[in-house]
Structure formats: structure tokens, C-alpha cells
């Protein structure tokens, strides 16, 4: 069984900083994709970036980046240069390589403040 | 392009009425995926479809939920005999069978308020 946690709830920082969302994940498999996903105060889910478990390069997506850590099973969001429109609820998400569930963490909440 | 489809956008009903939701992927997409999301238990995955196939419905609660997909451009979640516990916001998402690692496109959801 996949399980993905994130412990921290809620953060806040001042916009133009950067911060970081941790996420821990649980699986046997060797292959798997990581995920993370925003949902603004509209309710709309979409995708930010993704990790692949066989890449050690950390991806990067605009002012999106992970800390992927295998070892650890950590995958870390980290976004530069914060903007107000960045508050959101993030949810760190993996799937396994032969199974196109995805499972979702608890989702943590960003506040950007002016 | 249109996004994932979903209706109604919100659909209150009586205690032990049955509720259907309606979802249209992506043109193109060939996986529908069910969520329901809660402030108590966030987003829990129910079930999907690839090329209109069930695969996994590992989390459909066995009674009074179920979920098809007649064609690949319509899928519907129905609850019988609904719940309060059912009230929440179903979401519905398609993805692409590419390599993409199948990024999930979501809908804006159904919210269902069962009195």
C-alpha cells in the first residue's frame, strides 16, 4: 500500500521569500512517480510538477523545484520568489510505476502575506 | 480546450434519495479517475476507468456506491440511499496515457449536501 504524509498544516511567510513543503511517502516498489498538486480557495486542483523515482535530478518547473531524497523517502516542494496568488493548499501525491492510482496527502496550507 | 466537465456543480438531497453525478473527461483522455474530498479525510481515492474500463474500485464503499462509464466521453458516480456521512465534494479527473506518469486533470467537483 502507498501512504503519503504531510505534517505540516498550515505555513505562512512573507511574499518574495521561499519556502518549503515536506512530504514523506511509504512504498515497496522501486518505480514510482511523485506528484505535487495545488488547490486554490476556488476549489480548482491542478498539477504543478512531478518527480519520476528513477531521475536523481531534481525537477523543476518555473519557480517550482523539488528536494527529492530516496533515501529518506522525502519529496520536498520548494517555491522561490513567493507571490500572494501562491496561497493555496498543496498536496504532495505518488503512484506506483504499474498502477495509475494516485494517492494524496493530507495537503498543507500555504499563506503568503504582503 | 474544454477541462473535465462535471455536473451538477452542487446537488443537495434528502436522506436515502439517490444521488448521480455526472463527469466528462478531456477529449482524448483515455482514464477517468473518482475522488471525494473532506475536511476530515481529504482526498480519498474511490475508483477509475481506463479505455471506459473498471480497474480499480478499491475505494468505492461496497454498498450504495457505483460507478460507470458507458463511453469515453461520459462518466457517472450514482449513491443510493444516501448518507449525511456521503455529503462531499466528488471530483472527477481524466489523464492521458503518455509519459506524463498520468498527471491528473480534475474537475471542479460536485459538491453533495445530503440533509
Known amino acids: 500500500a502507498q501512504k503519503v504524509t504531510q505534517t505540516q498544516t498550515s505555513i505562512s511567510v512573507m511574499e518574495k521569500t521561499t519556502v518549503t513543503m515536506d512530504c514523506v511517502y511509504e512504498?515497496?516498489?522501486?518505480?514510482?512517480?511523485l506528484f505535487w498538486y495545488k488547490q486554490t480557495a476556488s476549489g480548482e486542483i491542478v498539477f504543478l510538477i512531478r518527480?519520476?523515482?528513477?531521475?536523481?535530478e531534481n525537477a523543476t518547473v518555473g519557480h517550482y523545484s523539488l528536494n527529492f531524497q530516496k533515501p529518506k523517502s522525502s519529496i520536498g516542494l520548494i517555491i522561490t520568489a513567493t507571490q500572494i496568488e501562491d496561497s493555496a493548499v498543496y498536496f504532495c501525491a505518488m503512484r506506483f510505476y504499474g498502477n495509475e492510482k494516485i494517492t494524496f496527502g493530507a495537503g498543507t496550507k500555504l499563506t503568503i502575506k504582503p | 480546450n474544454a477541462g473535465v466537465i462535471q455536473t451538477p456543480r452542487h446537488k443537495v438531497t434528502g436522506k436515502g434519495q439517490e444521488a448521480t453525478l455526472w463527469c466528462e473527461p478531456i477529449?482524448?483522455?483515455?482514464?477517468v479517475f473518482w475522488y471525494r474530498q473532506t475536511i476530515v479525510q481529504g482526498l480519498e481515492f474511490l475508483t477509475y476507468f481506463r479505455n471506459q474500463a473498471p480497474i480499480d474500485d478499491s475505494g468505492m464503499p461496497k454498498e450504495r456506491f457505483s460507478a460507470q462509464m458507458p463511453n469515453q466521453s461520459h462518466s457517472t458516480l450514482k449513491i443510493q440511499s444516501t448518507q449525511p456521512q456521503d455529503s462531499a465534494v466528488y471530483l472527477c479527473?481524466?489523464?492521458?496515457?503518455?509519459?506524463?506518469?498520468?498527471?491528473?486533470?480534475f474537475g471542479e467537483g460536485s459538491r453533495l449536501i445530503v440533509v
Open positions: 518527480q519520476d523515482s528513477y531521475k536523481k
Open positions: 512504498t515497496q516498489d522501486s518505480s514510482y512517480f
Open positions: 479527473a481524466s489523464s492521458s496515457r503518455d509519459n506524463s506518469g498520468n498527471t491528473l486533470y
Open positions: 477529449s482524448g483522455h483515455s482514464a
